[in-house]
């Protein structure tokens, strides 16, 4: 079973202090409904994020399936760097990220709203991978589907999180 390492409600809720304190240096985002609406542009919120990211210390990487207009023109708005066309979740992307970052991939997190392609393609790299509440669920049909095929996964990531407890 694919199981995300931990789960926010969106990922500006991300508890970032916290994660670097536990010696995190590097984030790897997705872009469509993690830190933007889907296909939407960055607005001042994302920029302000990824600029307090980067004064906490942080080293920032957008890894998407998009095209490079796309990818490009976002990581810019905001000030990252960012690896495109990833085809997550082929580890490829992900480990074209962690060398980039010049970070190890137990130095990093994913912070991504889709099981099947960001937090699939964070566990098989071995990067420790966060699940984030989509910002918008007004998405295109074919990611609507994976939705519904998510659904008993996160139903039973979050029943097996209350046995733990
Ligand atoms: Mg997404």
């Known amino acids: 079973m694919i199981f995300p390492d931990m789960y926010v409600k969106n990922a500006y809720e991300l508890p970032y202090k916290e994660m670097y304190e536990r010696g995190f240096r590097g ?3 997705d872009i469509d409904n993690t830190v933007a609406l ?5 607005d001042d919120r994302c920029r302000k994020l990824f600029k307090d990211l980067e004064a906490m ?5 957008i890894v998407s399936n998009n095209d490079e207009p796309r990818v490009k023109s976002f990581a810019d708005d905001v000030g990252s760097d960012y690896v495109f066309k990833a085809a997550k979740p082929s ?3 992900y480990f074209e990220a962690l060398k980039k ?9 994913l912070a991504g709203d889709q099981i099947f392609t ?6 098989r790299s071995g ?16 990611i609507y ?8 996964i996160m139903a039973a990531y979050f029943l097996i999180n209350i046995f733990r407890k």
């Open 101 to 109: 970052m010049g970070l190890k991939k137990d130095r990093v997190f």
């Open 38 to 42: 889907d296909n939407g542009p960055a």
């Open 118 to 123: 960001d937090i699939l393609g964070a566990k």
């Open 57 to 61: 210390g942080y080293k920032t990487m």
């Open 127 to 142: 990067i420790f991978a966060v699940m984030v509440g989509k910002l918008n669920w007004k998405e295109r049909p074919h």
């Open 27 to 29: 984030i790897i985002f």
């Open 145 to 152: 589907l994976k939705r519904i095929l998510e659904v008993p």
């Open 91 to 93: 580890k490829k992307g």
